[in-house]
């Protein structure tokens, strides 16, 4: 996962953004800046926030810049149902979870 980078930003932090018709005509450019004060400030919809390279590392098996989804499915392949045949109990193995993240998930059915 890769932060955008804008390649038109006024010194004051505004973006560029073009202004188009219905038609799909380029009609301008406008340079807009979130100038609100809100009462709470959210988490910021970035990298470090989304997927940092230490979570993508720990997942492993991940393309070079994985999205959230690439992470979501990497979770996926790495939790594998085993039948150790110890009277119906049902254990789930994954290569970066602890037995106590395990059983909160419901690992053992």
């Known amino acids: 996962m890769t932060d955008q980078t804008s390649t038109q930003v006024l010194a004051n932090g505004a ?4 202004v ?3 038609a799909g005509t380029l009609l ?3 340079y807009l800046l979130p100038a609100d ?3 709470v400030v959210g988490t910021p919809i970035n990298k470090n926030t989304m997927l940092t390279d230490a979570t993508a590392a720990a997942i492993g098996g991940l393309p070079a810049d994985p999205t959230v989804n690439n992470a979501l499915m990497g ?3 790495n939790i594998r149902e085993v039948d150790y ?3 119906s109990w049902r254990f789930f193995v ?4 602890d037995y106590d993240v395990i059983k909160a998930m419901g690992g053992a059915k």
């Open 75 to 77: 979770l996926q392949n």
């Open 28 to 30: 301008r450019y406008e």
């Open 37 to 39: 004060s809100p009462s």
């Open 20 to 22: 188009y018709d219905a």
């Open 85 to 87: 045949n110890t009277n």
């Open 15 to 18: 973006i560029r953004y073009a």
């Open 94 to 97: 994954c290569n970066m979870f």
